[in-house]
């Protein structure tokens, strides 16, 4: 029985599965989620942007959503299925609208006006980006043995309002959207708080595969940020148990609102290294996979070369490497703009108010600066309902102390003591096409020296996209857990990048 007659068997024995306009696994379901998520996406940065560029309708012409009946497509094992040879086959759904369409009623239906003027802008050539994904997945269906490409036809199905779908779809997700929720990493299911033999807290999420067995997953944090920055990516890590080190002022009595770990003091890192030891002896695990966020990684760095044999994979995601030495980029206007006012907090203290409201007005004024026609730009801001985890250092004169400190530590944690060549585990690095609080060109010179890492750019991304894009950086790791070196990007989105893009321009560089 090929896989094309079992996936009709299961269809036949389970309609419900995937049939009518009810069941979230349909294309046309499918396109009106990701469509929708893409609108969001924009609005959860500014809610009116729409109202200054209204949205870029597509040509007619550009593509079509098909729609695949399941009691017409359980009937093909005893029709036309059975002729085909085994191997991967076409299946043509029946036509339901134009991808143009579908694109304007889900932009009526959530109140977002539109314009036709011909070409597309950086928001609707994403949307288009997804049309395109879901219309290859749905074309094909995999067989065990690669053979002949055959062709199944549909007959017509019956008819179906995508119309009401859309709109059904839409105001759930409206719902979602105007409650403006904020992640809290506390709030997981299945989350617990752990301690090592020697008191050492940590946090663990998830059924990690079958059991201690199963692989494991360790989420580096960045100095100075909430672990809620985290909370979706790790709810679609399930299927692995995550792990992470709260900082050791975590929870509601923290004396300056900045969590203080890693780098609070000058050796603090090294301190780490040993307490993730006593992690895994506590977890009964030899190694895991580690994934590591912006400051995160020249930890992350640290401990795949102190501790090579427990690591089984190192993923690096939008890295910052400020003030380390590099040969091929310098650190991004940013983050020399936070080593200056750091700096002067650290010599003058009193200093420390005045250098903060500099910081929330400059971080302000980027957020209020008027749209650009393309759309481009809105992808390099942090979401509105969690761009207080941008601005926490910086809310209080004693928040800004306490970061400065930690941001002066990490800046001389250097990485010339690493040998060249000296990682041996699957390395790969993540970056943002639209973040300009890193410089990307600078971490793929450090982390090609010590391995030739994979390189994946996520278009239209800004630093952020741990928690903007969790769901297909989730895709991403899960499969580099499972593929390592040879992981294929689970969207278009994720661009696989050559080994060195020398003379580029990158976004953030100076």
Known sequence: MTDLERQSQRRSEDPDADSGVDSPGTPLDKAIRRLTETLNEVRRRRADYFASVPLALPADDAGEIRHVDT???????????????????????TPVCSWRALIAAVADAAGIPVRDIGTTDAVSELMLQDLRHLDAEQRGTHATEAATLGEIRLPQDSALDWRARVNALVAASEAVLARGDVPSFESLPGLQRCTTADGSAYYRCGNGGDGRSGSALLLVNAFGMTLDVWHDLVRHVSAYMTILVPAD???????SGVPQTYYATPDAHTIFLHRFGAILRAEGRVSCHVASWCGGAKLALELAHARPEAIASLALLAPSFAGARSDAGADSSFEVSLNTMCQLVARMPQAAQSMAKSMVSLLQRNDAASPEPDGAAIFERMDAATQHWLHAPFLSPENMVAYSRQLLNFRTHGLDHLPAGGLEMPLMLVTGERDTMTCASKARDICGRLREPLHFEMRQASHYFIHQNSELVAALLLAFVRDGTGTAPPHPRLATLPAQRAGALVLGEI
């Open 71 to 93: 009691m017409a497509f359980a009937a093909f094992p005893t029709g036309a299925a059975r002729t085909l040879p085994p191997g991967d086959h076409v299946v043509h759904g």
């Open 249 to 255: 002022d975590d929870g509601p009595g923290m004396p």
